[in-house]
C-alpha cells in the first residue's frame, strides 16, 4: 500500500462511476431479499491524458511500473470535488471529542485521506452562528480524524472551511497503453478503481 499520489491532471472529459454490490436471492415462489454487500459505494475514475509531453510520459510510465498495475494502491485527487468547503464536521454534545471529515462528499467515517497541510477549521461557539478561527485540535490526515484538545461544550458547532482529500486508488488493469500521435506529444487513457 503506497502513499505516492498520482499528481497528473486529467483532460476533459473526465468520467467518474459509482458501483454498489447488492445480492439478490430470490425464493421459488419468485419473493426477492436484497442485501447491501458493501457499506458504501466503489468509485472508478477515467482519465485522459492528452498531448503529453515525453518527460511527463516518462512519468506516468514509471509510476505505473512502480505499481506494478493493477497490484499496488496509490493516492488520486479527484479534480472535480477539491477544495471541500464549508463542511459542517460535528456538533459538541460535552462528550465528543473526535469527529470525521468526509460528510460532504459521501465518504464513511475514518475513510478520508486529508492533503497534508490543507484543512482550515472553524469552530461557533454555543450555537451563535459566528464563525471563528480554530486550531485546537489534531488531525490524523490519512483517516480524516480531528480530535479537539477539549471536549466540546454542547451547541458548539466545527465547520471545515477548506480542505482536500485523495482517494485511495489502483489501477483497474494490469495493461497500460500510450500512444504517440504526433513528435514527441503523447496520450494516455486510464481508469482507476477505488480501493475499499
Do not use: C, H
Not at 22 to 47: A, I, M, N
Request: glycine share 8%; no cysteine.
Amino acid at each position: 500500500m503506497s502513499n505516492e499520489v498520482f499528481d497528473k491532471t486529467p483532460d476533459s472529459p473526465f468520467e467518474e462511476q459509482l458501483d454498489y454490490l447488492t445480492v439478490v436471492s430470490e425464493s421459488e415462489s419468485g419473493r426477492e431479499q436484497r442485501y447491501q454487500k458493501w457499506l458504501k459505494p466503489r468509485r472508478t475514475f477515467r482519465l485522459k491524458l492528452d498531448a503529453r509531453q515525453a518527460s511527463e510520459t516518462k512519468d506516468i510510465w514509471d509510476f505505473y511500473q512502480r505499481r506494478k498495475g493493477s497490484f499496488d494502491t496509490f493516492l488520486f485527487k479527484n479534480p472535480n470535488e477539491n477544495p471541500v468547503t464549508s463542511e459542517t464536521v460535528g456538533s459538541g454534545d460535552g462528550v465528543k471529542s473526535v469527529f470525521y471529515l468526509g460528510g460532504t462528499v459521501g465518504i464513511g467515517t475514518g475513510d478520508v485521506n486529508v492533503e497534508p497541510s490543507s484543512l482550515t477549521l472553524t469552530r461557533a461557539v454555543g450555537g451563535t452562528g459566528e464563525y471563528l478561527a480554530f486550531t485546537a485540535y489534531t488531525i490524523d490526515e490519512p483517516i480524516g480524524q480531528i480530535t479537539t484538545n477539549a471536549v466540546l461544550p454542547s451547541g458548539d458547532v466545527l465547520r471545515a472551511t477548506s480542505y482536500k482529500f485523495r482517494y485511495r486508488v489502483r489501477f483497474k488493469n494490469d495493461s497500460l497503453t500510450r500512444e504517440i500521435f504526433a513528435a514527441e506529444l503523447w496520450r494516455y487513457g486510464i481508469e482507476f478503481v477505488e480501493s475499499i
